[in-house]
Nanobody, 113 residues
Framework: QVHLVESGGGSVQPGGSLTLSCAAS????????MGWYRQAPGKERELVGI???????KYEDFVKGRFTISRDNAKNTVYLQMNSLKPEDTAVYYC???????WGQGTQVTVSS
């Protein structure tokens, strides 16, 4: 059974940073493409970025240069480093194997002054 636990969210001021974690069980993150997604209030869930099996990454334009996805194979955990945060980054953030239907509970990120 796949289980995904996101953590690390919180409230920060614009320009601040946060690092989110996604601890996985039931899957091996290093052999799966893993995606980070977010859902802002009143909006549909959207893709933020992906880390592929070979470790390469791809980001949506609205986070390029600010967010970085990485993984720790030993911990079976994927991370989302978020820098230069903006109010429009406020959302619940989720991770899941790319293309799968598994979702965790998400972690709330609020960017506000």
């Amino acid at each position: 059974q796949v289980h995904l636990v996101e953590s690390g969210g919180g409230s920060v001021q614009p320009g601040g940073s946060l690092t989110l974690s996604c601890a996985a069980s039931g899957i091996i993150v290093r052999i799966n493409a893993m995606g980070w997604y977010r859902q802002a209030p009143g909006k549909e869930r959207e893709l933020v970025g992906i880390i592929y099996r070979d470790g390469s990454t791809k980001y949506e334009d609205f986070v390029k240069g600010r967010f970085t996805i990485s993984r720790d194979n030993a911990k079976n955990t994927v991370y989302l480093q978020m820098n230069s945060l903006k109010p429009e980054d406020t959302a619940v953030y989720y991770c899941k194997p790319y293309g799968s239907a598994y979702w965790g509970q998400g972690t709330q990120v609020t960017v506000s002054s």
